[in-house]
């Protein structure tokens, strides 16, 4: 069954079918970077737009700035979008997605405090 799920004004199409099943090994979830980004935890590490990054487990949303991550088992966290601010009409015009998932999907909410949750990225297989 394939559903939207949406914090704010983003909306992730989330899925809980056979053919999906929950990422457990470390490499299983690759994403492929759309622009250039740095890391949420240490900017200096900072990804270049065409590179790809294995063992990435989860998609994680800040509840209060509607912000999202994805972030790798033990390592860091990545912007999901990406805003542009128009400085002559004070406003967000764009929002930009930074990275594309290559074998695995959104599933459902693993895990949910005070500031944030995690939904589960479930790897595609055939």
Request: glycine share 4%; charged share 15%.
């Given at each position: 069954m394939?559903?939207?799920l949406c914090?704010?004004?983003i909306c992730i199409l989330s899925t809980t079918n056979t053919w999906a099943k929950r990422?457990?090994?470390d490499d299983a979830c690759?994403?492929?970077f759309l622009q250039d980004?740095?890391?949420m935890e240490e900017p200096s590490n900072f990804m270049a737009k065409g590179s790809t990054l294995g063992g990435v487990t989860t998609l994680r949303v800040d509840k209060e700035t509607h912000n999202s991550y994805v972030c790798q088992h033990g390592g860091n966290c990545y912007p999901?979008?990406?805003s542009v601010w128009n400085n002559d009409t004070k406003m967000v015009t764009k929002n930009i997605p930074t990275v594309r998932?290559?074998?695995c999907v959104v599933g459902d909410i693993s895990f949910q405090d005070d500031?944030?949750?995690d939904y589960v990225l479930r790897e595609i297989y055939s």
């Open positions: 394939l559903k939207w914090v704010g004004m990422v457990e090994d690759q994403i492929v980004v740095a890391a999901y979008r990406i998932f290559l074998n500031t944030s949750f």
